[in-house]
């Protein structure tokens, strides 16, 4: 299978007051071409620090320590990854909402209040697809009976020639000061306008023209959110990052939300990295699932696999005792405390809450084991399988 992106041994820490918060301790996973991976465990044990290390936007005091961060983004290329943790900040912001987007929990805090649907879908279009944009218009333009003065359609089909080489091209900004040939920048307007109504289309919102021309506060909470996703798959990623996405939503919506991805998924997305504490949204999407505790992985494998065979203590006590796939079912809450990162217990950070500790779990770090097929654990007395 081709890797989408590979993370090894990522460590990411937050320097505050009280000391040091190991958030993430030397995480590793690996997501496949056209796969969806869930993430999921208790609040605070690391998931959207691991999404934010991915996209590099760790807030402060956060601060990535080590590891890598490989991205694959194209499935028929073998070879080395682009190690993301050792490019420039410009390349993670072309990166960002064009092959990584991410949405989030809470709509309005991707959408900007005072700017229209319309015109928040047509930016990121424009930021990364420029280029896509003015061909486009070239296309148009070449076509007979284009509706414009013949002279005037060739020079603005010479100028977005310019662009569709170069967006970032000096003549461009230098053109569209020229009152007369504001038009180039209208066209190319139009056109991302045009694409913004195609893809709320496709996410099923009724009445696209007119949605357009509205503010995010005109639309309900599951409106928003399939914009935040339609903002996020405009540019086609190569891998969508779903934190909580729509944990906020009322179950028929998330449940409107969650089909609605699965569908793209098959033409739209490669792969989706989706966090969540809902164990039936990760059986009804996900294809592999991770376990995270107290900033670790403890546990890696298919989605089956974790529903029937759970191996670690900690993935079985979150399933609670008869888990049964495709059954809705939330996390059961378990004896005992998530530790505190900044002094997490030794050896393994589970050994506290577990029924099954010995010695060795609370002097050395289990390390992570192939138990199975595709199936890992770190425990050392992992459950049969
Ligand atoms: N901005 C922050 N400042 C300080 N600590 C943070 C910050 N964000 C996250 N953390 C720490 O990182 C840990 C993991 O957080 P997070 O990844 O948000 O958890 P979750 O699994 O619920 O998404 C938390 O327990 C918290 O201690
Ligand atoms: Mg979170």
Known sequence: MAKVIEIKDVNTNFYTYEGIIKALDSVSLTIDHGS?????????????????????????PGKIESGKILFY???????????????????????????????FQEPNSALNPIFTIGFQISESLLFHRKKELCQSVVDDLGKTGNGLFIPLSALLKKIYEIGARNPEALLLGLFSRIPILKRWDRLLKKKALNRSIELIDDLGIPNPQEVVKLYPHNLSGGMKQRVVIAIALACHPVLLIA????????VTIQAQILNLLKELKKKEISSVLLI????????????????MYAGQLCE?????????????????????SVPKLLQKKTL?????????????????RFHPRCQYKTDICSEKAPPMEEVGTNHSVACYHHLSG
Do not use: W
């Open 36 to 60: 969806t991976f869930g993430l999921v465990g208790e609040s605070g044990c690391g998931k959207s620090v691991t999404a934010r290390s991915i996209m590099r936007i760790v807030q402060e």
């Open 332 to 348: 059961q809450s378990i004896e005992g405390n998530v530790p505190n990162l900044v002094n997490p217990p030794e050896g393994c």
């Open 276 to 291: 969540t504490h809902d164990l039936g949204v990760v059986a009804h999407t996900c294809d592999r699932v991770g376990v």
């Open 300 to 320: 890696v494998a298919d989605v089956r696999d974790i529903f029937e065979n759970p191996r670690h203590p900690y993935t079985s006590a979150l399933l609670g």
């Open 73 to 103: 983004p194209d499935p028929n290329k073998n070879g080395e990854g682009v190690d993301l943790l050792q490019k420039p900040e410009s390349y993670m912001r072309d990166l960002r909402g064009d092959k990584i987007s991410m949405i």
């Open 243 to 250: 934190d909580e996405a729509t944990s906020n939503l009322d």
